[in-house]
């Protein structure tokens, strides 16, 4: 199907693949570390600047100390989201951290979203489910060639898990 | 306080946690685990917020196995945060390749677009890695020559101590996550609890 554009110009409608699955990993990733830490990494990606972008994680802790745990995204060397995602509760805790971005172009370098939830382990148990806008650096305006997950304890006494770290991106063309 | 990089995951299925309780044990070290300290590539800082001072270099060791398999200090990148404690770290890298016509830049859609109708007996066809700039920076972390040039992933455990390990120290610690069919002593003391001390092996479906 063509279409013509602004001013007379022809563009082409390609037959899309909407959602690229641009890499991830699905084995356990832990740390004991209460400072910021690499867990999982992607490397090696060549995503245009202006590209949509979602990345979701799977975190936990386990129990053995009254504390919890904090993780998120980065995006080339620039933290992009940061949150702290469960409770000091002693116990176990999972949930996932997602994000999503609209692409960065000049001007538009805080197109991002981003949310977390968390639950205990046991099914049917009260969950926390939060939203947050906040994020703690605007989005690189650069090609993207790694996106990572960090996160850290908050005191020594338990173990935070990060897995199923997936990146997407969306066609734009 | 120096930190030590292992290759691989610990072959016994112990997770960080599993392998923090196993230094306790075995009484092999002491985990630098003080919030104030902070290792990054770029050094020893006093924390992980944006004002934290510089203290001092970062004092490393890479196991053998690291070293063979391509992975010195400079695999990573700038401003990589290493943190303190234990860690067991993933990164997976994947090539992206096309097919183009040999001779040519271009797929085949392009190529006939270029050139009409073809007969495919006048052309051929060849498999190319796209060198991209993503691909070329990470390629450029691995000793010469080592880079993996398929889909892969590699996992590294590294380990921020109070003290310099002496030798059957590091020894045990090297066995217990780079050799197969290591095991913790004292099993009794590890958690049945799933996700406790040990990792879950996933399978895809």
Not at chain 2, 98 to 126: M, P, Q, S, W, Y
Not at chain 2, 137 to 146: C, N
Request: hydrophobic share 35%; charged share 20%.
């Amino acid at each position: 199907m063509i279409g013509k554009g602004p001013g007379g110009s022809i563009g082409k409608w390609t037959t899309p693949v909407a959602i690229v699955r641009r890499g991830g990993t699905i084995t356990d990733a832990t740390t004991t570390s209460t400072t910021e830490v690499e867990l999982q990494a992607i490397a090696s990606l060549n995503i245009p600047v202006t590209t949509p972008l979602e990345l979701t994680a799977a975190h936990r802790k386990t129990g053995g100390a009254a504390t919890g745990h904090g993780c998120g995204f980065r995006l080339n060397t620039t933290n992009i989201m940061k949150e702290t995602v469960s409770t000091t509760t002693d116990r176990a805790e999972n949930g996932f951290i997602a994000q999503k971005t609209a692409g960065a172009a000049t001007n538009y370098l805080a197109g991002q979203d981003s949310y977390h939830f968390t639950r205990t382990a046991t099914v049917g148990a009260a969950k926390t489910p939060v939203h947050t806008t906040d994020a703690p650096n605007a989005m690189p305006n650069a090609t993207t060639t790694d996106v990572s997950v960090r996160g850290n304890i908050d005191t020594s006494g338990i173990t935070m898990g990060c897995t199923n770290f997936q990146a997407y991106s969306r066609t734009t063309s | 306080m120096p930190m030590y990089v292992f290759a691989g995951f610990p072959k016994s299925g112990l997770h960080a946690g599993g392998l923090r309780l196993a230094t306790h044990l075995e009484d092999l070290c002491i985990l630098e685990e003080s919030k104030g300290i902070h290792y990054r590539k770029e050094g020893v800082f006093s924390g992980d917020s944006q004002g934290a001072e510089y203290l001092y270099p970062v004092e490393y060791h890479i196991s053998a196995q690291c070293i063979r398999e391509g992975i010195s200090w400079k695999w990573f990148p700038v401003e990589w945060a290493f943190g303190n404690g234990i860690t067991c770290h993933q990164t997976q890298a994947n090539p992206e390749y096309k097919i183009v016509v040999h001779g040519t830049d271009l797929n085949l859609d392009e190529f006939l677009a270029h050139n009409g109708r073809t007969a495919l007996a006048d052309i051929e066809l060849e498999r190319i890695h796209i060198k991209h700039e993503g691909w070329a920076k990470y390629e450029a972390r691995w000793r010469l020559g080592t880079c993996p040039q398929d889909s892969h992933i590699v996992r590294l455990v590294w380990l921020v101590t109070t003290h310099r390990l002496p030798r059957f120290v590091y020894e045990r610690l090297q066995e217990l996550i780079e050799h197969p069919n290591s095991q913790p002593e004292h099993l009794e003391c590890y958690s049945n609890e799933p996700g406790k001390h040990f990792s879950a092996i996933w399978k895809w479906e």
